[in-house]
């Protein structure tokens, strides 16, 4: 099938759930077969590029790891910069750092000093939104480096954790909703 023929339910199609991982009572929502697949990947990227593009965002910033994954491929279909959130110690330079709550567990992200420059507009963007800790602190990360959130934009979102409540008065936007 074209790229530019499907739907939201032909992307869902793609989605695998896998119960119990990474513990459990979480049921993981898998986007490899949809990355494998070429025509799910690029009719992804295209709906998250056409929701992007109005908000003329300067860069895309993905966390590790799906994040980076369709967030630089984003980057280049908006013909933007792509800038990486990581785990604690994975980066070499300088880093600013955010602690944050997981839908399983606590963690930290940071990114390099200079990865944003003041005034930039930042689109932040990863596979899921689940609870929003790990949203909220790319949010926290743009701000401390003086960058505008030019909007937050998820493959799929967990409704019933209600992540959007971490994010209220920027602009939110899935493709999918579970
Ligand atoms: P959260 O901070 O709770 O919104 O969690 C979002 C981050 O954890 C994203 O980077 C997701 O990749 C990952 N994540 C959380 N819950 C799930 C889930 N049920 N399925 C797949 N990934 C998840």
Redesign the pocket.
Known sequence: MKAAALGIEDLKAKIRDVPDFPKPG????DIMPLLADPATLHGAVDQLAAWAEPRKPDIVLG?EA??FITGGALACRLGCGFAAARKPGKLPWRTVSVK?A??YGLDALEMHADAITPGQRVLIH??????????KAKVGLVEQLGGVVAGVLFIIQ?DF?N?DDQLEGYDVHSLIHY
């Open positions: 979480i049921v993981f929502k966390a799906r994040g944050y997981l839908e990863d596979d899921v939104l689940a609870t929003g800790g790990t949203a967990l954790l992540g």
